[in-house]
């Protein structure tokens, strides 16, 4: 049971570039979310579903887009990247709404 | 606005001692209280949650404690080891609510020295 999988684990960008996040859950999970982690700021919500082909956004949305067509996949969208947006990227599912389970990040340098 | 306090953001505590890490919420509407722990390279993982029916549970050697009227919660770690040592976020949300509810402290950086 790999739980959620998160590709890839590093990547470095230069600013203006485009690229997406991928982010997989095997445990028929309704509820997926992406979230940022900055020192010092603890992890702060970017976007979330509460199941297929709904979503909403989080307190930091700007700068990036989701999709949910499928239950399993959650892909975090930057459009253009910025400097701002270097950070550690987590994707969560839960079962329920409040019990997260988080994958293991992604390492993000904007350059 | 910062819905959950969360101090201090750095602890030392020797082996076998207790480590304390304290949380306080504004919004009275939350009723599930979960600590995540987080190792480094690591994605945070859930600790032990409770809700605000309770006053305390215990899990091995961590216990939350609740203070509904002063809407604050805590974290102990009792017989604290080495392998303690990560990050612990508190967090606060809706129970039965949307994910999208789930509100994090700054997190506490512990310690433990052998």
């Known amino acids: 049971n790999a739980g959620v999988t998160q590709t890839p684990k590093f990547q470095v960008l230069k600013t203006g570039q485009s690229m997406t996040l991928q982010c997989a859950q095997d445990m028929n999970h309704e509820y997926m979310s992406w979230y940022r982690q900055d020192p010092g700021m603890g992890l702060r919500l970017i976007h979330y579903?509460?199941?297929?082909?709904?979503?909403d956004q989080g307190e930091v949305p700007n700068g990036y887009n989701v999709s949910r067509s499928t239950t399993e996949d959650f892909p975090l969208r930057l459009l253009s990247a910025a400097p701002s947006q270097t950070s550690v990227y987590f994707c969560?599912?839960?079962?329920?709404?409040?019990?997260?389970?988080f994958g293991q990040g992604t390492r993000l340098t904007v350059v | 606005q910062q819905q959950v306090k969360q101090s201090p953001q750095s602890l030392i505590v020797q082996k076998g001692g207790i480590s304390i890490i304290n949380c306080a919420y504004e919004?009275?509407?939350?009723?599930?209280f979960p600590w995540y722990q987080q190792f480094p390279g690591k994605g945070p993982a859930l600790l032990i949650a409770?809700?605000?029916?309770?006053s305390e549970k215990k899990e091995g050697r961590f216990t939350i404690s609740f203070n509904k009227s002063a809407k604050q919660f805590s974290l102990h770690i009792m017989d604290s080891q080495p392998g303690d040592s990560a990050t612990y976020f508190c967090?606060?949300?809706?129970?039965?609510?949307?994910?999208?509810?789930?509100?994090f402290g700054k997190g506490t950086k512990l310690s433990v020295k052998p």
């Open positions: 967090a606060a949300s809706y129970y039965g609510g949307s994910q999208g509810n789930l509100i």
């Open positions: 969560a599912s839960s079962p329920f709404g409040w019990e997260a389970f």
């Open positions: 919004n009275t509407a939350f009723d599930y």
């Open positions: 409770i809700r605000p029916d309770v």
């Open positions: 579903s509460v199941g297929a082909g709904i979503t």
